[in-house]
Structure formats: C-alpha cells, structure tokens
C-alpha cells in the first residue's frame, strides 16, 4: 500500500473527521465559556473579593545586568491561573454539567411498564399455541 493511500484512508475515516469537527466545536465552545466567565461570573466575583489579583506577585531571582532583563518567578501569575481555573470549572459544573445530570437522572426514572398481569401472561401464551396450532 503507498504512503498516500494508507493516508488518505487514514484522514478520511469517519472517527478522524469526527474529531477534527469536536476540535473545531470545542474551540468555538471554548470561547463561549471564556466570555460568559470573564464577562458574566467573574466581575460579580471581583466585586465581592474586592478586585483581588494575585499576578503581580513574583520573586526577582537574578537583577537586571546591562541589557539582559530580570529573571522573575512569577508564582502570583500562577496562582491567579488556578484560580482562575477553579471558577472556571466551578461556573461549568453549575451552568452545564448540572442540569445535564439532573435530565439524565429525570430521564433514568421514567419508570419502565408495569409487568404483565397474571392473565394477560396466560392469554398470550394460548394465543401462541393456537398460532402454533394454525401453521
């Protein structure tokens, strides 16, 4: 088999043209997510920890010399990222995952038929015999 073929099998299988279109989707879901954190749950937030910004936090590790630039562990921006992260996860579960669960669960608890009674198991059996009776 050549090498072009073995890749145009390869690239035209469903499973990869699924997922490049679930990349493609995510991205687009991803930036959905951002905004309604950055524009709609984060500014109330702010307002309750009072602007809280840990990323100006940061230990110099080695002073500027001449033209070189000061080396710096910025372990405020990566405080802030965790959080950041944490609302985020927090503001999915509660706007997405939650009411997905709870309509799957709705959804678990339809309850299934009631079993046949005593009668209509009895009935259906001798209608099978006189089916079988019939042939």
């Not at 490049?20 to 309604?36: C, D, Q, T, W």
């Not at 100006?56 to 562990?73: F, M, N, Q, R, Y």
């Not at 259906?124 to 015999?129: C, F, G, N, S, V």
């Amino acid at each position: 088999m050549s090498f072009f073929k073995e890749f145009k099998d390869f690239a035209l299988r469903g499973n990869v043209i699924d997922m490049a279109v679930g990349i493609i989707v995510g991205a687009a879901f991803g930036k959905i997510v951002s905004s309604l954190v950055n524009d709609v749950i984060l500014p109330p937030i702010g307002l309750i920890l009072g602007g809280v910004n840990l990323s100006h936090l940061a230990i110099t590790l080695k002073a500027v010399s001449g033209d070189k630039p000061a080396l710096v562990l910025k372990y405020g921006s990566f405080i802030q990222t965790v959080i950041d992260f944490l609302l985020i996860a927090l503001a999915i579960f509660f706007a997405i995952v939650k009411p997905i669960n709870l309509l799957k669960r709705r959804q678990q608890q339809t309850p299934a038929p009631p079993a046949p009674s005593k009668e209509q198991e009895l009935l259906t059996e001798i209608r099978d015999l006189l089916k079988a009776r019939m042939r």
